[in-house]
Nanobody, 126 residues
Framework: QVRLVESGGGSVQSGGSLRLSCEHSAYTDSGFMVAWFRQAPGKEREAVAAIDNLAGTKYAGPVQGRFIISQDSRRTTVFLLMNALKPEDTAMYYC????????????????????WGQGTQVTVSS
C-alpha cells in the first residue's frame, strides 16, 4: 500500500504563489510516477502535472509556464510550486501515484494512477 500525504494548501490572492507537497512511499527501483490532479466544485477532476522517477515532467495546458513540479533528492516528496495563481485555480488538489513503470504520455491520465491522497484545498481570491 502506497501512502500519500498532501500539505501546503491554503488561501491566497490572485497573482500569488503556493507550494504543495506530497510525501509518498511510491518509490521503487523499477520506477514510479506521481501526479497532481485538481477538482473544483461542480467540475470534473483534471490533471495538473506529473513527474516520474527520472524527473521527467508533464504539464496540463492551463498551468504550463506557471506551475513547476519537482521532487526531493530522496524521491519521496513531490512538490508543486504554483505561481501567478488565478481564481480558476481554486480547487481541491490531489496527489496520485503509481508504482508501475508507465510512459510519460500517460502521465496526465487519471487511469494511470492507483493510489490517491486525501487532497488539500487551494483557494485563490480575486
Amino acid at each position: 500500500q502506497v501512502r500519500l500525504v498532501e500539505s501546503g494548501g491554503g488561501s491566497v490572492q490572485s497573482g500569488g504563489s503556493l507550494r504543495l507537497s506530497c510525501e509518498h512511499s511510491a518509490y521503487t527501483d523499477s520506477g514510479f510516477m506521481v501526479a497532481w490532479f485538481r477538482q473544483a466544485p461542480g467540475k470534473e477532476r483534471e490533471a495538473v502535472a506529473a513527474i516520474d522517477n527520472l524527473a521527467g515532467t508533464k504539464y496540463a495546458g492551463p498551468v504550463q509556464g506557471r506551475f513547476i513540479i519537482s521532487q526531493d533528492s530522496r524521491r519521496t516528496t513531490v512538490f508543486l510550486l504554483m505561481n501567478a495563481l488565478k481564481p480558476e485555480d481554486t480547487a481541491m488538489y490531489y496527489c496520485a501515484a503509481t508504482t508501475m513503470n508507465r510512459a510519460m504520455r500517460f502521465a496526465l491520465e487519471s487511469s494511470t494512477y492507483n493510489y490517491w491522497g486525501q487532497g488539500t484545498q487551494v483557494t485563490v481570491s480575486s
